[in-house]
C-alpha cells in the first residue's frame, strides 16, 4: 500500500505528476476555485506524497483544507512531506478525526486482531513496532496547524464513528468535514441513507 502510494508521483513522467500539473494549471487559471482534500486511513499516506509532488509542480498552489481521518500515515513520513506544507501555508487548514484511544483498543480486526487497524499497522507493518501514527490518539501531540478532533462515539460531537472503518460512513464526521469546507452549515447535508453504500 505504502508503495502504490508513493509510485505515481516519484517521476515526472508519471501520470500521478501529469494529473498534478493539470490541476495545478486549471487552479491558476480558476483563482476562486478552492482545493480541499480529504483521506481516509492509507489515503493519509496517498495524499502525503500527492501534495508534496504539487508543491514541487507549482509552488504556488495552495491547499484550502486538509482533512485525515484516522490516518495511517507514521509521524516520520508526515514530518517530511505534510508537516512542511503546513507549516509554510501551502496548506491552509488540516483537521485529523481520530478515535478516543479507549474505542482504538474497542476496535478489532475481523475479531482477529483485538485493537484497531491502526494498532497492527503500528506493531506489526512498519519497520519498528509501535512506531508512532499520526491516527492513534496516545502519539498525538498539540502541533502548531493542526486541529484534531476525537470521536468518543457520542452522537452529539463533530464525530460519532466507533471504529477505524467507520470515519467515512459516520453523518457527523462526514457533515463535519463538509460544514468545515464550506464554511457553514451544508444545505444539503449527508444523512445515514445516502452513506449506507
Do not use: W
Not at 498539540?142 to 476525537?150: D, L
Amino acid at each position: 500500500m505504502k508503495s502504490d502510494a508513493c509510485t505515481p508521483f516519484k517521476r515526472a513522467t508519471s501520470d500521478g505528476s501529469y494529473f498534478l500539473t493539470k490541476l495545478a494549471t486549471y487552479l491558476a487559471q480558476h483563482p476562486d476555485v478552492e482545493l480541499h482534500v480529504v483521506g481516509h486511513s492509507a489515503g493519509s499516506i496517498f495524499h502525503a506524497h500527492s501534495l508534496e509532488r504539487l508543491s514541487q509542480i507549482a509552488p504556488d498552489t495552495r491547499v484550502s483544507s486538509l482533512h485525515l481521518l484516522a490516518p495511517a500515515i507514521n509521524y516520520a513520513l508526515f514530518e517530511t512531506t505534510l508537516a512542511p506544507l503546513i507549516a509554510s501555508d501551502n496548506i491552509k487548514h488540516t483537521v485529523v478525526y481520530n478515535l478516543s484511544e479507549s474505542l482504538e483498543k474497542d476496535d478489532h480486526v475481523a475479531h482477529i486482531y483485538q485493537k484497531s487497524l491502526l494498532y497492527l499497522v503500528s506493531n506489526a507493518f512498519e519497520a519498528k513496532s509501535n512506531t508512532p501514527l499520526l491516527g492513534m490518539a496516545e502519539h498525538n501531540t498539540p502541533s502548531k496547524g493542526i486541529t484534531f478532533v476525537y470521536s468518543h462515539g457520542k452522537v452529539e460531537d463533530k464525530s460519532a464513528s466507533t471504529s477505524h472503518g467507520g470515519f467515512d460512513g459516520d453523518i457527523n464526521t462526514m457533515n463535519s468535514v463538509l460544514t468545515d469546507i464550506i464554511g457553514n452549515a451544508p444545505r444539503y447535508p449527508f444523512t445515514e441513507a445516502i452513506l449506507d453504500y
